[in-house]
Each structure stands twice: as C-alpha cells, then as structure tokens.
C-alpha cells in the first residue's frame, strides 16, 4: 500500500503571513515567560516545557500569578501507565477563585463582561458584581442539594450568567455539563442520561437570527425523559433574573484536590453515542491558562470576543482563559453574520483585542463584504476548527488583520484535549495556514502507518507524551476511551488528524484522518480538495467525500455552495481541482448544495454528508445546526 499522502497547501519558502515587530516581541507574554527560564527563543521554550515539565509548569504558576490554595509535591504521576496520568499531585485550589473572586478582590471595578444581545439589549459586570453572583447561585445550588461531584447541564445562550453558571459549579465543587444551546430535546436527554445530572440551568429563550429561541421548553421536554434530574434552574432572560433564591453571596470556596472533576465536556463520535471527556480543576485551569496567556497572548484587562457556544470547547476554554488572566469576555449572543457585519461592528464598539473565529466562519462572511468597521483595537485573532485554505486566510489576514499587522494565532486541540496540540507563536513568523509549532507542553509528532516520524509528508498526528489538560477519560467508558486514542501506537495518544511538517519546521494540519481518501493509490485528507475547489471564483465551500469504485477502489465527490449570484459548471469545478492536485484527483461528480452540514461552530460534518450520499447511517447527528442540509444532498444525488 502506498502510505505517501498528497501534501499540496505548504506555502512557498520564505513567505510569511506576519513577522514580530520589536513592540510586539516586548510586550509578549510569552517571551517573558522564556526570560524567566532563560530561554532564548521558541524551540528551547518548548524543550524546556517538555523535558522539564516541573520547572515549566511552577513557571507558569508563577507568571501569571495563578493563587493555588496548596502547592503541588509532585508534578505528575504516570505510575498507572501514561493514559492515565495525574497532575499536580498535592495540589488543592478552586478554579472560581483563580478566575473570578481573586480579581473582585485585586480589580474589583476592572470589566469582567459585556453581554450584547441580539436585539441591541447590553450589559456590563465588574469582577466584584461577577464574583458576588457566583456566590450567590453557587449557594442556590447547595440549598437544592448539589454538593461536589455532582453533575450540572448547563444549557444557556452566550452570555455572562453561563459564566456565572460555570463558576458557580466550580466554586461547590460540583461537575459542569454545558450542552449546546441549539440542542433540541433528544440530543439533551442522551446527555442528560448520560451524566445523570441532578440539576440544570438554563433560560426562557434566547434570540438568534431574528427568532426566538424557547430553551426552557426545550429543557422540560428533555428532563421528562431524565429521571436523576431533580431541579431546573431558569435565568430569565426578559428580567434578567434567576428563578430561585439567591444566598446572599457568603459562602467559601471549595478547596479542592487538583484531580477533583471540573468538566464533562460532550463531542460527537461517529456512532449514535457522544463521548464525555472529562477535565479537572487543575489541568484544565493550567492548560488553557498557558494557552490564552502564551499562544493568544492574553493579557490582564484586555477584552476577548470569540464567537462560540458554551457547548463547544470554546466556549469553557474563553471563560476560564480569560479568567485566568483577568481579561473581560464579550458575551455575543445569537448568530456572528445577522446582520451580516456585526461581527466586525461589536468588535469596533467594544474594543476588543483578541478575537476569536473559525475559518469556516470567515469563509462565510467573505461574500457579505469587506468589514467596514475600525477594527484597530485587534491585537491578535485566534483561528481554530478546522484546516485552512489559502484564500480565505489571506482574506482574514488583509481585510481583518491589517495585511500583517497582527498575527492570525492559528491553534488546534480538541473537546478531549482540553487546549491545544499545535498553535502559531508571538515569538516566530507566521506561515499562511500552519499551525506553527507544537504547542507549549506538548510532545507532538507526525507518524507514518507504522508509527515512524516523517517530514515534509502527511501522516498520523501524535502525541507522545501526557499532558496536564488531557481528559481522564470518557465518562464511564475507559475501554472506548483506550481503544480510541492509544491502541494505533501504544502508549502514544493518535488524534484523528493528519498533519505534516515542512522544510523550515511549520506544522500544517491536513483533515480529519477517518475522513482520508484513498485516490489511485493514494491516499489525500478532503481539506485537500475542498481547498482546491474553492480556488473556483464561484465556490465558497466544499465537502470532498470519497465513494466506493468497481474499478477503482474509491473516487471522490465534491459537494458545494455556490457565492450568492454566483454560477458555476460541475467541470469547471474539477478543472480547478485537477488544476491543483492533477488529473488522478479529478471528482467523478461534483454536486451544488444550498448549504453544508455544520454545527454550531461551524464545522463542516463530512461523516454526515458522506452517509447521506450513500444511504447509510450517519450516526450522531446532534450537533448540526442545519439537519436539513442533508435531506437536499439527498435530493441531488
């Protein structure tokens, strides 16, 4: 078997997107990280960081003056063999404290958040009203009987009492399952179920698009279906009050063991099941601090806005990076592209400095225009989702980034991850769609089939050492959970990604490697030929999908959505292709969509395309916020 990938979107030698001015170089967090460890540049940072995680990690502790309760005796413990590995033995601390009441006590007026509705209505907090209602509902809870270990959905729109909501779980101790706010009620009971929670919280409605949202009454479909539910707490979005008595804002935080759960966190998987990763206090607060302060280069009062859902990864890691931090979060409710330039307009209005987006996201708003806002208080924007193509980053890097004035922080991880695996650094150029370097902390390494390191081709991404932030498993699952990401290599964690390094040491992600196609003998990640397709002036997306061949073992399909007024023929779209990538690449069929299946981050779902095209099941389908996109694919095939 020929086990060489295509590996066609490394930009040339020599040309980057953004480079460091002196300023920007001074004023990262991350080169004074590198000066307390007497490091001189990124790739002894990282050395440090792997090698010596004790010394890195006490560091990070130390920079950004995160107040742990007790210090850790060791740093890890691998001694039950490295997929379940612990971090920061001894340690005790509350993850509350660390992100909400230790700034109400330091910056007690500083900003902390700004709700922006979608009809215009906003709001501001303080650290010191944020930590007061932290309390208070985190007092509510206990007086219904939550105590810590305990799980709690949290359902809600993006605004600053999901955060309270969050925080108020942390501060008793008690596990936060926050569910996708587009969920309808089947999705939420397998969650629900799944958990057995004993308690959600969610609101009436919330807005997006123009509609109005009915969440509670999605929640009371779902909870009759959940027996270990015992209460539902409502955050009243038209009063702008909960439903229950509030403490008067008293009670201590729980001090906590650092392995003590904080997170159940729910992905899709390719059967009817979601997995449940599950994130602690310790390793999940350390992770994403290092990587908001260190990759994003977040810093004390600047202002986030990343457009998310709680129930995605993104979501938990804004409200925990920026807390960590002691920066404020710009709560976006409803949808980034209604109307079409708010995004760039709640950016301008609000001053924020690090946004947040998916190039799935940008490529959606390229045919609404250019941003026509003042967007000059952007300091960094932070990508991550899914690979890019050359286009659309270089649309963002022009029009959003001031042609390299600030760089496009490009990172990647995963819901099971609890950070990130690969992310660009402040301290280096930028290359036009990499993801430049491992990040801090993490071993990583690309893998041929027979777990050998490659360059300058596309294999396995791997991870070859533990790591704070890593899930302690799927939820009650241990056997999925090893069978999922350790069994390819042994003792090495396996992705699902395809990945590559080139010639100057740039990583590059490919697509998912369970969605790889298997092409004249070649094997070629999707991310490939949707990039290539939308090389075409009329295409702004594409799903590549491969179907089995009598005589060629696979071909592939293009699925795509045309700009607005925009035409194009199915072979002129394969001439962009084969143009790229050559004629053994050429698709066999290429269809126009309306839309593509995605979820509420904007992930293009290839799985469920590819199951519709053929008929066959698509598994877990709870995360698309468009399930209507696949009864048109069915249509045109």
Not at 202 to 208: E, F, I, K, P
Not at 235 to 248: F, H, T
Not at 426 to 443: E, V, Y
Request: net charge negative.
């Amino acid at each position: 078997m020929n086990t060489k990938l295509v590996y066609t979107n490394v930009p040339e030698l020599g040309r980057y997107a953004w480079t460091p001015s002196t300023e920007q170089l001074e004023q990262a967090n991350v080169v004074r990280l590198a000066s307390l460890l007497g490091c001189e540049d990124y790739r002894a940072l990282h050395r440090v960081s792997v090698e010596e995680p004790d010394r890195f990690w006490r560091a990070v502790r130390d920079d950004l003056r995160i107040p742990l309760a007790r210090a850790w005796d060791s740093v890890l413990d691998d001694s039950r063999g490295i997929a379940w590995t612990t971090w920061f033995e001894g340690a005790r601390l509350n993850l509350a404290d660390v992100c909400v009441h230790r700034w109400a006590v330091e910056r007690p007026d500083a900003l902390a958040a700004v709700f922006q509705g979608e009809d215009g209505v906003r709001d501001e907090w303080t650290f010191a009203a944020l930590s007061h209602q932290v309390v208070q509902l985190a007092e509510a809870l206990a007086a219904l009987g939550v105590t810590a270990g305990d799980r709690v959905a949290i359902y809600m729109p993006m605004c600053p009492e999901v955060a309270v909501a969050a925080h108020a779980c942390a501060h008793i101790g008690a596990v936060q399952v926050p569910i996708f706010s587009g969920f309808a009620a089947p999705a939420i009971v397998q969650r629900l179920r799944d958990a057995e929670a004993k308690v959600v919280i969610t609101a009436d409605y919330s807005l997006r698009r123009g509609a109005r949202i009915p969440m509670r009454h999605t929640i009371d479909e779902a909870v009759h279906e959940s027996p270990s539910v015992e209460h539902v707490v409502e955050w009243s979005r038209a009063d702008r009050a909960w439903d229950v008595e509030l403490g008067p804002g008293e009670l201590p935080a729980l001090e906590l063991p650092s392995e003590a759960p904080y997170l159940l966190a729910y992905t899709s998987g390719t059967t009817g099941k979601p997995k449940g990763a599950l994130h602690v206090q310790g390793g999940f607060l350390l992770s994403i601090a290092r990587e908001a302060a260190y990759q994003s280069d977040l810093k004390t009062g600047d202002r986030m806005l990343f457009a998310t859902d709680m129930g995605w990864i993104m979501g938990p890691w804004t409200v925990v990076g920026a807390g960590a931090v002691g920066a404020a979060v710009v709560f976006m409710e409803g949808a980034p592209d209604w109307p079409a330039d708010r995004l760039w307009r709640l950016v301008e209005s609000e001053r924020v400095t690090m946004l947040g987006v998916s190039p799935t996201l940008v490529r959606a708003l390229i045919p609404k225009g250019e941003p026509a806002a003042d967007l000059s208080s952007l300091r960094a924007v932070t990508t991550t989702g899914e690979p890019w193509n050359r286009g659309p980053y270089d649309w963002l890097n022009e029009h959003v980034c001031g042609s390299g004035r600030i760089p496009i922080v490009n990172i990647s991880g995963g819901t099971e991850v609890g950070a990130c695996f690969l992310g660009v650094t402040i301290m280096a150029p930028t290359k036009p769609c990499s993801l430049g370097f491992p990040a801090l902390g993490q071993d990583m390494e690309v893998y041929d089939d027979f777990g050998k390191p490659v360059r300058a081709e596309v294999g396995e991404l791997v991870c070859k050492r533990p790591w704070p932030g890593m899930t302690r498993g799927l939820w009650r699952d241990p056997e999925r959970f090893l069978e999922t990401y350790w069994t390819r290599f042994p003792g090495v964690w396996t992705h699902g990604d395809w990945a590559s390094v080139d010639e100057d040491g740039y990583w590059f992600l490919h697509g998912r490697s369970d969605d790889t196609l298997n092409i004249a003998g070649k094997r070629i990640g999707p991310a490939e030929l949707e990039s290539a397709a939308v090389n075409h002036p009329a295409v702004t997306e594409a799903a590549a999908i491969a179907v089995p061949h009598e005589v060629k073992g696979e071909v592939p399909w293009l699925f795509c959505v045309l700009r607005p007024g925009q035409e194009a023929l199915p072979e002129d779209v394969a001439r962009a292709v084969t143009d790229e990538l050559g004629k053994s690449f050429k698709p066999e069929r290429v269809f126009f969509v309306s839309a593509l299946p995605k979820t509420r981050s904007a992930k293009i779902v290839r799985r469920a395309v590819r199951a519709t095209a053929l008929g066959e099941d698509p598994g877990d389908l709870s995360t698309l916020e468009n399930p209507e996109s696949l009864e048109e694919i069915a249509r045109v095939v």
